[in-house]
């Protein structure tokens, strides 16, 4: 048939016709900044501290190298190998794995939503930080004052305008990259974002690390406690960091790497990506800890008394406490610690965004623009819909939990045992990435990613569920959690099953096309 072997011969060509990256250090910037985030600045930290802190570094190698680097290299190799977004990579593999791609992609819509109100605040706590607005009660000033939180979870009852503004200023600047593209967007906007946050970073840390206290913040995150490293729970919260700390498990890494040239070297850069990610985090956690030992010091008490927990309350209560505490020039110090929020998570949230913009695009055919302004468009109406509200703090709690233990970590779980185990297509993976890395990948990497990684996800679903239902998350009223947390989680799944299912000729015509290519 003439007509559909001009049709395929058309299709193969279209299929060619991607986005790349201008260099291999572009990808690697974007990787970088998509994996360094706001959970390196104020998880990482914590996390280090109470899973016995100098001893931590060990299993947090062994977890870096023995799941969080193969997994990286898997997904990169099938982002590279398809040329496509997650639902046509994954469908590259299996008709049936398509459903990974859909899940992964909707789990990144709903992180959108809520992870760039974060930003926002940041971006008003930046200008907090001049005058230390939030006088001498940061908790009530964040609680009440600005995000005027309600009392109890429950239906939008109003809006709070000095959260609104900046969350639309921090969507303008998202999809404004966005819509210039991979090149001039996402890899221009990396080679800014990345090593202007390194050396703001650096030069707070420098600053940490002249207060009176910092020594003693330090000796409290580097002194090992080695009697931790046999707790199963530690192990538990290591490779958790790994998986949630280098934006596997959600398409990203997929996304990024359907953007490289051929003859890209994975392994390396997947090394060099991962490596780079986690000696941010070590730099995060001494910037952190010298400045709580200054906090400790200055209230006369020990270093584990003022660290309550890390995330929203470590950023926005523990370190505007710090700063008011400071001597001159603790403006600049809050401007800094505030600015690097800012700038990780919009490299992060770009990189969130192009996932659902890059799934879209394979399936309908539209070009970049208005896929961004369609889907990037509904997405930020949606934030602002939901989180700049005295609700949205509840919302966005209870969302980021289910989202993250039931989703993300759920995920990358499946999509290793499917590839690994179900479709056995770890050799296949293997040969493609050895064709153009550096550093080829033997036994070690079937046997992480076949045995080690799905064992140690697997237990962290036990875990989690197990300590799910002894008690109600945050004992939030059940109803609540239904709907903004199991609720989130069990949607993100469903929406992936049913986008997989809808017809599409445009996905069958990638399929065959790649089948015909050899499939490498």
Not at 376 to 398: H, K, M, N, R, Y
Not at 441 to 468: A, C, F, K, N, Q
């Amino acid at each position: 048939m003439p007509s559909e072997g001009i049709s395929r011969l058309t299709e193969a060509a279209l299929s060619r016709e991607r986005e790349q990256w201008g260099t291999r250090a572009g990808f690697i910037l974007a990787a970088v900044g998509s994996a360094i985030g706001l959970g390196n600045i104020w998880r990482f930290p914590y996390v280090a501290y109470e899973s016995g802190g100098g001893a931590f570094l060990l299993p947090y190698l062994i977890a870096l190298l023995t799941a969080g680097i193969p997994l990286l290299i898997m997904e990169y190799t099938i982002g590279r190998r398809a040329r496509r977004s997650p639902p046509l990579a994954y469908r590259s593999l299996s008709r049936r794995a398509e459903t990974i791609g859909w899940w992964q992609v909707a789990i990144c819509l709903v992180i959108a939503t809520y992870y760039a109100v974060i930003i926002a605040w940041a971006m008003r706590y930046t200008g907090f930080s001049v005058g230390q607005d939030w006088g001498t009660d940061p908790e009530s000033f964040l609680i009440s004052d600005f995000l005027q939180r309600a009392d109890q979870p429950g239906m939008i009852s109003s809006y709070v305008a000095g959260v609104a503004w900046p969350l639309v200023a921090v969507w303008v600047i998202t999809l404004g990259v966005l819509a210039l593209g991979v090149r001039r967007g996402i890899e221009r906007a990396n080679k800014i974002f990345i090593p202007l946050l390194v050396v703001v970073f650096a030069i707070l840390v420098v600053q940490s690390l002249t207060l009176d206290g910092a020594a003693d913040g330090l000796d409290a995150f580097f002194s090992p406690d080695w009697s931790a490293i046999t707790d199963g729970s530690v192990w538990v919260a290591v490779y958790g960091q790994i998986f949630f700390s280098l934006s596997v498990g959600f398409g990203i890494m997929i996304t990024y790497a359907s953007y490289l040239r051929r003859r890209a070297d994975l392994t390396g850069s997947a090394m060099v990506a991962g490596f780079a990610n986690s000696s941010f985090e070590i730099l995060a956690g001494i910037g952190v800890f010298a400045a709580i030992g200054f906090m400790a010091a200055n209230a006369g008490v020990g270093v584990g008394e003022v660290l309550d927990e890390g995330g929203i309350g470590l950023a926005f209560i523990a370190f505007p406490t710090i700063i008011s505490s400071m001597p001159a020039g603790s403006g600049l110090f809050g401007i800094l610690f505030f600015g690097a929020l800012v700038i990780a998570g919009l490299s992060s949230l770009i990189s969130i965004v192009q996932v659902v913009v890059s799934a879209v695009q394979d399936r309908t055919g539209w070009s970049r623009v208005p896929t961004v302004l369609v889907v990037g468009g509904a997405i930020a109406l949606a934030s602002l819909v939901l989180f700049p509200t005295p609700e949205g703090l509840f919302i966005l709690d209870a969302a980021d939990h289910f989202v993250n233990h039931y989703g993300i970590a759920m995920a990358a779980l499946v999509s290793v045992v499917v590839v690994a185990w179900v479709l056995r297509r770890l050799p296949t993976l293997q040969a493609h990435a050895n064709e153009t890395s550096a550093l080829r990948l033997g036994w070690w990497w079937l046997l992480t990613l076949g045995v080690v990684t799905p064992v140690v996800l697997g237990w962290m679903m036990v875990d989690s569920l197990r300590t799910e239902f002894e008690a109600p998350y945050e004992d939030y009223p059940v109803g609540f959690l239904l709907v903004a947390g199991w609720g989130v989680a069990v949607g993100v799944l469903v929406v992936g099953i049913a986008l997989a299912y809808l017809p599409s000729r445009r996905a069958d015509r990638f399929v065959s096309v790649t089948d015909e290519e050899g499939s490498d």
